[in-house]
């Protein structure tokens, strides 16, 4: 017999010790609810784990973004819903003045009004702002290198032969689309109107059997007009302003014709006056485009760029109404302020409903990521209970076993007796 190594009672221990130290895993792991609780329990797992949590929390801020965003857009969207109304109200005025039954007092006072909606288009431009950044005013719009004019076009015009128009196609033999004769004689009057910073230009000249289409980017028929100049391409009538930015835009371009009894020629009136702006005035600028981080990664953002939408870029500052042609006119060049204000509203539109799929599509990433992540680094509780019962049985054994191999010595006491 040996008493100076206990051989069973060093086993024992170890193993209890073991038994203890794995209890004591399943008792940490079960009051942290964590499979890992450091490196040591799996280290790849750690690893793969922590790089998941960042994923999540980022694709969680992301649609916090997202929401801001929203929330952005929907403070500009607001602004320009009133702009809206404003424009609405102008246009009621204009139509209003138009009408002859006025008295040019009548008109001086509708054109009170005008001028006060019109310094309330700009106020707007000016303070409607989000987190202290100016959302109307052009800041947020994309760079814009050099001052560009704007450019009208009217596609709606033909020769006599049904062919595209060209500079020297003379107006009396001027069809609309379907071939249909615009009924333009010699003996017309024609009338060009238009508004180039407030002031509303007119000019009007006779209808000679010669006077061709180029001539209706003149003063009087021969000088040319030195605010705008109308030239041939493709098959269009292209009107480009002749100064650049916004002040120096052509607006509510509209060519009238007349019989010798002064009444209007409305076919050829309409067709010729079927100018759409297909390139707006811009002054130039600094690019201040918002760019919104909706990914939990570098480079997953999107763009947003709002444009000027103060009285001067929607081409209604100034806007007068005073005089009946001036009324005219302003019908045409505040329909469009309004398509370009209903143009940047739907813009505003489309990206909000976009962000609102953004945010759900992040949702469902961040939840399944959680998911993927909780298989990993959470602890199953009734697997664990289970082992640690198991581990903490094993304890106790272990030290009733410890217990008796100790006792084992004490036998070669029966020797000495």
């Given amino acids: 017999m040996i008493i100076n190594h206990n051989i069973a009672a060093l086993n024992t221990h170890r193993q209890l010790s073991a038994n203890t130290a794995n209890t004591n895993k399943n008792i940490e792991k079960l009051s942290s609810g964590l499979r890992i609780n450091r490196a040591g329990d799996d280290a790849a797992g750690l690893a793969i784990s922590e790089k998941m949590r960042g994923q999540i929390r980022g694709l969680d801020q992301a649609s916090r973004n997202s929401q801001d965003g929203i929330s952005l857009i929907q403070t500009a969207e607001g602004a320009l819903n009133e702009t809206h109304s404003i424009l609405q109200r102008m246009r009621e005025l204009s139509v209003q003045s138009a009408n002859d039954t006025n008295t040019s007092g009548d008109r001086s006072e509708l054109q009170k009004e005008m001028t006060q909606l019109n310094e309330e288009i700009d106020r707007i431009q000016s303070t409607t702002q989000f987190n ?3 959302l109307l005013d052009g800041s947020m719009g994309s760079a814009v290198n050099a001052d560009g004019a704007n450019i009208n076009k009217n596609a709606s015009l033909k020769n006599s032969l049904g062919a595209a128009i060209v500079s020297t196609t003379v107006l009396t033999n001027l069809t609309d689309k379907n071939g249909n004769n615009l009924g333009i004689t010699s003996n017309d009057s024609i009338t060009i109107s238009y508004v180039k910073d407030g002031t509303t230009v007119t000019n009007t000249f006779a209808v000679s059997a010669a006077l061709t289409i180029a001539a209706l ?18 098959g269009a009538a292209v009107v480009t302003a ?8 052509v607006n509510g371009l509209t060519i009238t014709i007349k019989d010798a009894s002064g009444n209007v020629r409305t076919a050829a009136t309409n067709a010729l006056s079927s100018f759409s702006e297909t390139t707006a005035a811009a002054n130039k600028r600094t690019d201040g485009t918002a760019n919104f981080q909706i990914g939990a990664n570098t480079g997953q953002s999107m763009n947003l760029s709002i444009e000027d939408m103060g009285a001067s870029a929607l081409g209604v500052k100034g806007l007068q109404i005073s005089t009946q042609s001036q009324a005219t006119v302003a019908i045409k060049v505040i329909d469009q302020a309004t398509q370009k204000v209903s143009s940047e509203r739907s813009k505003l539109g489309a990206v909000q409903n976009r962000l609102e799929h953004t945010i759900n599509n992040l949702g469902t990433a961040s939840e399944n990521l959680t998911a993927a992540e909780s298989r990993i ?4 509780m009734a697997k664990e209970m289970m082992s640690q019962t198991k581990n903490n049985i094993l304890a106790q054994a272990a030290q009733a076993m410890l217990a008796q191999a100790n006792q084992q010595p004490q036998g070669v006491l029966q020797l000495l007796r």
């Fill in 242 to 249: 002749a100064n650049a930015g916004t002040v120096g835009a």
């Fill in 132 to 134: 202290t950044k100016n």
């Fill in 377 to 380: 680094r959470d602890v199953d």
């Fill in 217 to 234: 980017g003149t003063t009087d028929g021969a000088a040319a007009d030195a605010n705008q100049g109308l030239t041939i391409s493709a």
